[in-house]
């Protein structure tokens, strides 16, 4: 029997975005063996990575990069050009935000770790010109410093007190 779901009537938003949304990990796993559609965008350019990077479980983000539902799909969007799941899990939003950045904002660690395992680019800047590395000193997030730390996180010049930010952290 099929579970019944609010949806919204989002324009471009896709019933998997819905279903991440919500949180339901029946419905998002159901939906993907049918209509795995990871290129979709919401009008802020938001993808299914950055919604289940967003959500408080990994569950989500972990069926998300399962290697058999991620495939190659053609189309207009800027998102739909992107061919691999790296260019997906680095693709930023209209704010300049990834999912990496996401997770990190909203202290995921355990999603966090997913997402760097499976090619998130923990070296990378944000829009502001601060490290992965900074925001999670930043946040008090212990875990999430100690996950970049062993990726060998870029830490910004910039930022004078970084080592002292970090030492308190850990």
Request: net charge negative; hydrophobic share 40%.
């Amino acid at each position: 029997e099929m579970p019944e779901f609010p949806f919204s009537d989002s324009g471009k938003q896709s019933a998997l975005l819905d279903a991440i949304k919500s949180e339901n990990i029946e419905l998002v796993e159901l939906l993907m063996k049918h209509a795995p559609d990871f290129y979709i965008e919401d009008k802020n350019s938001n993808t299914v990575f950055h919604f289940a990077s967003s959500q408080s479980t990994a569950a989500i983000i972990e069926l998300l990069l399962k290697p058999d539902f991620l495939m190659k799909f053609s189309g207009d969007s800027t998102a739909e050009r992107k061919n691999t799941r790296e260019d997906l899990l680095n693709y930023d939003n209209k704010d300049g935000q990834c999912p990496l950045e996401l997770a990190i904002k909203k202290n995921y660690p355990e999603i966090v770790r997913n997402l760097l395992d499976a090619g998130a680019d923990a070296h990378r800047l944000n829009s502001k010109g601060k490290t992965f590395l900074h925001q999670a000193v930043f946040r008090g997030s212990t875990a999430i410093v100690k996950l970049l730390l062993e990726r060998d996180a870029q830490t910004s010049e910039k930022i004078s007190d970084l080592n002292a930010l970090m030492r308190k952290a850990i």
